[in-house]
Antibody
Framework: EVQVVESGGGLVQPGGSLRLSCAAS????????MTWVRQAPGRGLEWVSG????????YYTDSVKGRFSISRDNSKKTVFLQMNSLRAEDTAIYYC?????????WGQGTLVTVSS | EIVMTQSPATLSVSPGERATLSCRAS??????LAWYQQKPGQAPRLLIY???TRATGIPARFSGSGSGTEFTLTISSLQSEDFAIYYC?????????FGQGTKVEIK
């Protein structure tokens, strides 16, 4: 079964950092790009970042450029999202998804709350 | 950034009726357009990609059409499990962008 499972969310103070992880199984992880999408409470979906199959190319939405960093470890079938200088507006469920065109497999998400 | 605009925001439909959802792009995305369904408390699920290709396991009552800037998702006969929020998303350009969603509710 194709599956991705996120972890690492939690409560963090404004200005703090958090590292999200996404563990993949059931597919050839090192052949696929991966993506992070977030959803603020009661709001729609927002694409955050994507990484190519080998980690060589990365993309970010403007609001997180310079603060977030996406990476992957193909030996561990895991993709990461390092989030620094967190703001209240980063509060959301963060979903990991397979591929970076259309997203054909989603995890259940991990909640990040930025609050003092 | 390509802006995706969905209409209507809310669609009230009776079970068994047809639902037609629209998605407009601020510039051409060719056929690089996907549709997702999201139910409360759940992750989104891919329905359609390439504007008209159903994803694995998606029932035939879901169909997509369009190209360029105008797209449509049609649910031919609404079932109880289809009441949800639907999002379109373009993947022709970076950044990837989603529409704001259409909520399909029971009439």
């Amino acid at each position: 079964e194709v599956q991705v499972v996120e972890s690492g969310g939690g409560l963090v103070q404004p200005g703090g950092s958090l590292r999200l992880s996404c563990a993949a199984s059931g597919f050839s992880f090192d052949s696929y790009a991966m993506t992070w999408v977030r959803q603020a409470p009661g709001r729609g979906l927002e694409w955050v970042s994507g990484v190519s199959f080998n980690g060589g190319d990365t993309y970010y939405t403007d609001s997180v450029k310079g603060r977030f960093s996406i990476s992957r470890d193909n030996s561990k079938k895991t993709v990461f999202l390092q989030m620094n200088s967190l703001r209240a507006e980063d509060t959301a469920i963060y979903y990991c998804a397979k591929n970076w065109g259309y997203f054909d497999c989603w995890g259940q998400g991990t909640l990040v709350t930025v609050s003092s | 950034e390509i802006v995706m605009t969905q209409s209507p925001a809310t669609l009230s439909v009776s079970p068994g009726e047809r639902a037609t959802l629209s998605c407009r792009a601020s510039q051409s995305v060719t056929t690089s357009l996907a549709w997702y369904q999201q139910k409360p408390g759940q992750a989104p699920r891919l329905l359609i990609y390439g504007a008209s290709t159903r994803a694995t396991g998606i029932p035939a009552r879901f169909s997509g059409s369009g190209s360029g800037t105008e797209f449509t998702l049609t649910i031919s006969s609404l079932q109880s499990e289809d009441f949800a929020i639907y999002y379109c998303q373009q993947y022709n350009n970076w950044p990837r962008t989603f529409g704001q969603g259409t909520k399909v509710e029971i009439k």
